[in-house]
């Protein structure tokens, strides 16, 4: 017993010489070390889908901050001087790409992760090389945007590699669940036709065998022409639609105004999820949440089979 409890105390006496030696050497990068074990990566996310897909890769391992409010429509977006301050304090800066945030520019700071790299985007138009940004609205090109959110961070983070991967792997198999309900939900319906508000669902009507035909133009806070309007009721009435879809983060009044001059016309949202309305955001509503509601209200005005 005697030896044990000397070589015991030989033991902590040894490890606490060589503690105390450690810290006399170099007391600052000790603590530098620390700070960079306990810290997390800072991550500005653009705009809420992206935010909401930083979020699931990222998990504990970030700390996640929201450049363009949820209450904000996006499209027409400029950061202010304090925006463009407070991105430059961040590590990084996850953005949609395709054109989306035309101020990345103004950007320099942190490094920054493009969701859409190498993604097959469609032209909107090809003579001036625009992209449609909605990509985010086919599950499918949304799981393409998690891996590079997740490789972006891995590259950046390596540290936190096996949180991001288990995470991502975690958040694609959902978005492969929301891809199987969308194709099962939609399989039903009498209609391939539907009125978005603004051109936003290109990419997930091409994906599900849809045709969308839009009040406004990609940008939804663009001028409607009364030309446009009266195109649009043609469509509802020819195609046979009810449901004119609004958004929430738009006024409803261009949407109620066609609903008005449909038989049975009435308004439904159909959500670009490019923010939240004010009781959503209370609510604490995710991107599948809205994909659901989305689908929810696509099989009203697609006639599915409830
Ligand atoms: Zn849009």
């Known amino acids: ?25 170099n007391p600052v990068s000790n603590s530098t070390l620390q700070l960079e074990i306990n810290s997390k990566l800072k991550v500005v996310s653009s705009f809420f889908p992206i935010d909401q897909f930083v979020g699931k890769v990222g998990g504990e391992a970030i700390e996640r901050m929201l450049l363009i409010p949820k209450g904000v429509e996006p499209h027409d977006y400029e950061p202010t001087i304090k925006d463009i301050e407070h991105v430059d304090s961040a590590d ?46 086919d599950p499918l090109l949304a799981k393409k945007q998690v891996e590079n959110i997740r490789d972006g961070l891995i590259m950046i983070d390596p540290n936190h590699k096996d949180i991001y991967v288990n995470n991502s ?24 036709d539907f009125i978005s508000f603004h051109n936003s669902f290109s990419y997930f009507a091409k994906q599900y065998g849809l045709n969308q035909h839009s009040i406004s133009n990609t940008d939804p806070e663009s001028e409607v022409t009364p030309a446009r309007l009266t195109e649009i009721i043609n469509i509802a009435k020819t195609l046979g639609l009810q449901v004119i ?5 738009v006024d409803p009044r261009q949407a109620t105004v066609i609903a008005q001059e449909v038989p049975d016309g009435k308004v439904l949202v ?27 209200n696509l099989m009203v005005g697609l006639q599915c089979n409830q």
Request: hydrophobic content about 40%; proline content about 2%; aromatic content about 10%.
């Open 92 to 137: 990084v800066l996850v953005y949609n790409g395709l054109g989306f945030e035309n101020w990345i520019g103004k950007m320099n700071n942190p490094q920054k992760i493009d969701a859409s790299k190498g993604l097959n985007a469609s032209y909107l138009d090809e003579r001036n090389m625009t992209f449609d940004p909605h990509v985010w609205l």
């Open 270 to 296: 159909l959500s670009p999820i490019e923010g939240l309305s004010e009781n959503e955001q209370k609510a604490g509503l995710g991107y599948i949440d809205k994909m659901n509601d989305n689908i929810n």
């Open 245 to 249: 879809y609004s958004e929430e983060l």
């Open 169 to 192: 792997n975690n958040f694609l198999n959902e978005l492969d669940n929301l891809d199987e309900k969308i194709r099962t939900d939609l399989e039903s319906c009498k209609k391939k």
């Open 1 to 25: 017993m005697k030896t044990k409890a000397i070589i015991y105390t030989l033991i902590m006496f040894i490890l606490f010489s060589l503690v105390q030696n450690l810290y006399a050497q």
